[in-house]
């Protein structure tokens, strides 16, 4: 889950997380991966100052974040909350306001990494707020963060530094319902796949994801003939899955008589795909996954 597509994207894959769960317990992982591991938060999680510690052990829970930043109803940063400061507390009604530690040190929106650098070895703290010019949250930096950065040089990351990851949706109205809250939990690239990708309920759900989301990276499949994956394309797909019963272990093809060759399917799709969707300089190409064996 969550854990897994964390470690794939720091060695530069792309993790799916699953659909057999909730769509509220699936965005919930997308959002972990998203918060794992920043150059900068744009968008740290916050608390207020009359929140109780039950209530941020909670948000601890849920989200895998250790330490927030407290800001008042206008975004202002007041105070910091952070494992440390909350450790030893034994009253989970007591106020963030009682624990948080103030004052808060900070650095302006425009700091460069050498003034992060400079702000870690001085105040030997683990997390650098970023503030505007009138002292509001603007963004976050955490020292883990920093480091671990750096030891992944081939991470895969979005423009915002944050680790990239995928969801698998289902058909109809439901998948697009669950699409819509993993977009808003910041997913990368959505998966719509089924042991029949060429079939009509594949084909329309594509077509109304592709109209909601029309710049978002889209996944479709399975398909295992050139016609196949074309339908996928005009759909919406930006890549196509390929595997119908091509592995060893694959049961479609003993249970449906339905299967193609793997090494055929795929020498068979990329050559429709090149003919009709060649690539042009400046402009994102049409991607193929081969998913299966070549038994």
Known sequence: ESQTAIAMALFGGLGVLHRNCTPDEQARMVRRVKKFQHAVIHSPLTIKANQTIEEVHQLIAETGVTGFPVVDDHGVLVGMCTGRDIRYVTDGKAKVADIMSTPVHSLPLSATRADAEAFFRQWKLEKLPLVDG?????????????????????????????????????????????????????????????????????????????????????????????EGALALIEAGASIVKIGIGPGSICTTRVVSGVGVAQWSAVVEVAEAVRQRYPRRPGEPSIGIIADGGIR
């Open 134 to 226: 009138d002292g509001k949250l603007g963004g976050l930096i955490t020292s883990r963060d920093w480091r671990e950065s750096e030891s992944h040089p081939f991470s895969l990351r979005d423009s915002q530094g944050s680790l990239m990851v995928a969801a698998a949706i289902g058909v109809g109205s439901e998948g697009i319902q669950r699409a819509a809250m993993q977009v808003e939990a910041g997913v990368d690239c959505l998966v719509l796949d089924s042991a029949h990708g060429h079939s009509d309920g594949v084909l329309s759900t594509l077509r109304a994801l592709r109209i909601q989301f029309p710049a978002l990276p889209i996944i479709g499949g399975n398909v295992g003939t050139a």
